[in-house]
């Protein structure tokens, strides 16, 4: 069994892998200038996780039986009959099925995570100044009791402490998967720009591909500013100029974000993306997923101007504070 075993995952490796081995001698598309077409609507969905859980500690890949068996399950929470016994815990979960589009398959390569690098699949220490910045973090949202609520003025005391994408403003990057809803990404190309389209929050980015500079750092933006360029048939994205309004996972301005974005065949885009940020991480890391061809259309994303959900987390904080006196 174990040597049938090795063997499935040698073939698989090497099916999986082979496009990015040859991306010299595989035949790519390619738009009416020469560049390789990566245009289309695409689906980011995975139910495999950022970091390796605890379960599969030491292992890079999962077995045909465990993907069979995490889609199953995947398939079978996602129902209405999935939802919590306690009340509190299902009016938490906020909507009903209906209002889901949750992914139900793992990464294409069958990983037990995204993260790539380091090879044990977790994001790497904190450094020692970001560890502060967390712990000021967790200090200003610390629980006032274990059934819930914040400290006064910890968390609900304004719409300043939602985040930006509770505020309807940007989800940010990177968008390295969904397991939710809004998954899709149209990607459109011309000679001298690429166009990323993100159905979450509506947002687009345009990259150029004509080695202009990065702006001046005094320039920070909410998704940062990206320059593209191709090597072979692959296109790579660099992006500085963060906004220190914004992170990922406690990153900092200072974030330097490589992207990685290739056609495997008709159906799958090939992304990846490297973070380095020395002031948050020890050491770069790299996370990749497979984007699916979409199997819908992107429609226009809208946040409520009359966000009665604000309305309803401040109000409900003002309580827990009254309540706590």
């Given at each position: 069994?174990?040597?049938?075993?090795?063997?499935f995952?040698?073939?698989?490796m090497?099916?999986?892998?082979?496009p990015?081995?040859s991306?010299q001698?595989?035949?790519?598309?390619r738009?009416?200038?020469?560049?390789?077409?990566?245009?289309?609507?695409?689906?980011?969905?995975?139910?495999?996780?950022?970091?390796?859980?605890a379960?599969?500690?030491?292992?890079?890949?999962?077995t045909p039986?465990?993907?069979?068996?995490?889609?199953?399950?995947?398939?079978?929470d996602?129902?209405?009959?999935a939802?919590?016994d306690?009340?509190?815990?299902?009016?938490?979960?906020a909507?009903?099925?209906?209002?889901?589009?949750?992914?139900?398959n793992?990464?294409?390569?069958?990983r037990?995570?995204?993260?790539?690098?380091?090879?044990?699949?977790?994001?790497?220490?904190?450094?020692?100044?970001?560890?502060?910045?967390?712990?000021?973090?967790?200090?200003?949202?610390?629980p006032?009791?274990?059934?819930?609520?914040?400290?006064?003025?910890?968390?609900?005391?304004?719409?300043?402490?939602r985040s930006?994408?509770?505020?309807?403003?940007t989800?940010?990057?990177?968008?390295?998967?969904?397991?939710?809803?809004?998954?899709?990404?149209?990607?459109?190309?011309?000679?001298?720009?690429?166009?990323?389209?993100?159905?979450?929050?509506?947002?687009?980015?345009?990259?150029?591909l004509?080695n202009?500079?990065?702006?001046?750092?005094?320039v920070?933006?909410?998704?940062?500013?990206?320059?593209?360029?191709?090597?072979?048939?692959?296109?790579?994205?660099?992006?500085?100029?963060?906004t220190?309004k914004?992170?990922?996972?406690g990153s900092?301005?200072?974030l330097?974000?490589?992207?990685?974005?290739?056609?495997?065949?008709?159906?799958t885009?090939?992304?990846?993306?490297?973070?380095?940020?020395?002031?948050?991480?020890t050491?770069?890391?790299?996370?990749?997923?497979?984007?699916?061809?979409?199997?819908?259309?992107?429609?226009?994303y809208?946040?409520?101007?009359?966000?009665?959900?604000?309305?309803?987390?401040?109000?409900?904080?003002?309580?827990?504070?009254?309540d706590?006196?």
């Open positions: 069994m174990r040597i049938r075993t090795a063997t995952f040698a073939i698989f090497l099916v999986t892998t082979a990015f081995a991306g001698t595989r035949k790519v598309p738009t009416p200038w020469g560049h390789p077409d990566l245009e289309g609507v695409w689906d980011n969905h995975s139910i495999t996780p950022l970091e390796r859980p379960r599969y500690a030491g292992k890079e890949f999962l039986q465990e993907v069979a068996e995490l889609e199953k399950k995947a398939v079978e996602n129902t209405d009959e939802r919590f306690n009340p509190d815990r299902d009016v938490e979960a909507y009903n099925d209906f209002w889901w589009d949750r992914a139900t793992v990464v294409k390569t069958h037990t995570s995204l993260i790539t690098d380091p090879p044990d699949g977790k994001i790497p220490p904190l450094v020692s100044e970001a560890r502060d910045r967390q712990g000021e973090v967790e200090l200003r949202r610390r006032l009791r274990a059934t819930g609520g914040f400290e006064a003025g910890r968390g609900a005391d304004s719409w300043f402490d930006l994408w509770e505020r309807c403003i989800q940010g990057l990177p968008r390295v998967s969904s397991a939710a809803y809004n998954s899709n990404i149209r990607i459109v190309q011309s000679a001298d720009r690429v166009v990323i389209l993100y159905e979450m929050v509506h947002e687009a980015r345009i990259i150029p004509d202009s500079p990065h702006l001046t750092p005094r920070r933006q909410w998704m940062g500013d990206s320059r593209g360029h191709w090597e072979g048939d692959t296109l790579i994205i660099d992006t500085t100029n963060f220190d914004t992170n990922f996972r900092t301005a200072g330097h974000m490589i992207e990685h974005i290739s056609r495997v065949d008709a159906d885009l090939n992304y990846e993306v490297t973070f380095d940020d020395p002031t948050t991480w050491r770069p890391w790299t996370a990749a997923n497979m984007w699916r061809t979409s199997r819908g259309q992107i429609y226009e809208a946040c409520h101007e009359g966000n009665y959900g604000m309305f309803g987390i401040l109000s409900g904080g003002r309580k827990e504070d009254k706590a006196r």
